[in-house]
């Protein structure tokens, strides 16, 4: 199917050419029931707006985007610089954005890079535009970043980690040192990793025997929230108070450990004293009141493999799809308590 142009919009809107470019420029003002079906007839024919000259059609821009849930997570601004680095000596400028996993700006941006002409794109999805990256990768190389597409369209690559594993490693360190009531504050189930890591914690609940309903959504120590700061104060709140609260509480990602760190301190609740905690990601900051025990991967090896693929692919777009896992390390901390009796 061709690309839709302008005159297809304004067909599709009953407007002018002139009043849909208004709209895409934003630089007069349109009414907003013109504006509704001028975007309405965007989004059905996903039209995307060459901003890029047209005398520079076949030329190369030597810019690629990257994509990724949260910059204020110091895990991707470390990721984001070691793909800069590798794609800087190519000669290849990065355009970063954030989606706050926000699937809506997460397609905003996306057909942004798409209107730039970038070159490549390196991304870390929310999990829910997954029918239009499939098909924006067959334009456009793109490589994941931790997050996977479920849609057999997609070609591509993927640089991930083992955090299930990781996971399970944490939570069985937390029933080995006695925990059997243990909380589970997670992220948006659309993003692989927050759905991958959680099955391997209630697999992990279950094989030590814990039991966990048929509907893991119903287990009674489960908070599901972003992957940030906020949700992770929001989430130890909801599970610290519980009728009968949780002895340990595993947090899938170190954004969210971070706010439930700043509850607890609030509240008096004491690391490890009254509850102990674990969680994926790597935490660098060493002025932490306590230092949570965690799994995570180094994330400027993350960085490098990713822009590597994608220079790769930028040279090769005709590669098969590649999927590179990298393993987790693990960091000790003072945040688990021992209660044998």
């Known amino acids: 199917m061709p690309n839709a142009t302008i005159k297809d919009v304004a067909k599709r809107a009953g407007v002018s050419i002139a009043t849909v470019s208004r709209v895409v420029n934003q630089n007069y003002k349109v009414g907003p029931e013109v ?14 707006p060459n901003r890029v ?28 610089k070691a793909v800069e680095e590798v794609v800087n000596k190519e000669d290849y400028n990065i355009i970063i954005c954030s989606t706050n996993e926000d699937p809506e ?11 730039r002409q970038v070159e490549g794109i ?25 997050r996977k597409i479920n849609d057999p369209g ?3 690559d993927l640089v991930n980690t083992n955090s299930q594993e990781g996971i399970k490693m944490l939570t069985k360190r937390l029933i080995d040192s006695g925990h059997r009531r ?4 997670c992220g948006p189930k659309a993003a692989s990793t927050s759905w991958e890591r959680s099955a391997s914690f209630f697999e992990c609940l279950r094989d030590s025997g814990i039991p966990v309903p048929d509907d893991p959504d119903k287990y009674p120590y489960l908070y599901k929230g972003k992957f940030f700061v906020e949700d992770g104060y929001k989430g130890a709140k909801f599970i610290m108070e519980r009728e009968d609260p949780p002895t340990a509480i595993v947090f899938l990602n170190n954004t969210m450990t ?3 760190l700043r509850y607890f301190r609030q509240t008096g609740i004491k690391v490890p004293g009254d509850v102990s905690i674990v969680c994926y990601g790597k935490i ?6 306590v230092q949570p025990e965690n799994a995570g991967v180094q994330a400027y090896t993350l960085g490098q493999q990713a822009g590597r693929f994608l220079l790769e692919r930028i040279k090769d777009p005709n590669l098969d799809s590649r999927e590179i896992v990298i393993s987790y390390q693990y960091y000790e901390g003072n945040s688990i308590r021992e209660i044998h009796q």
Do not use: C, W
């Not at 047209?54 to 601004?77: E, F, Q």
């Not at 243990?182 to 504050?185: N, S």
């Not at 660098?284 to 009141?289: E, H, K, S, T």
């Open 35 to 48: 504006q509704k079906r001028v975007r309405k007839a965007i989004e059905e024919l996903n039209y995307v």
């Open 53 to 80: 000259a047209k005398s520079l059609k076949g030329v190369r821009t030597s810019i690629i985007g990257m994509l990724v849930s949260n910059l204020g997570n110091a895990h991707y601004t470390s990721v984001a």
């Open 105 to 115: 700006r997460e397609l905003r941006l996306l057909r942004m890079f798409e209107g």
């Open 122 to 146: 390196i991304l870390n999805t929310t999990g829910s535009n997954n029918e239009y990256i499939a098909r924006l990768s067959h334009k456009i190389p793109i490589v994941l970043l931790e």
């Open 154 to 156: 997609f070609v591509g």
């Open 182 to 185: 243990i909380g589970l504050v």
């Open 258 to 260: 971070l706010g439930a």
């Open 284 to 289: 660098d900051q060493d002025i932490l009141y």
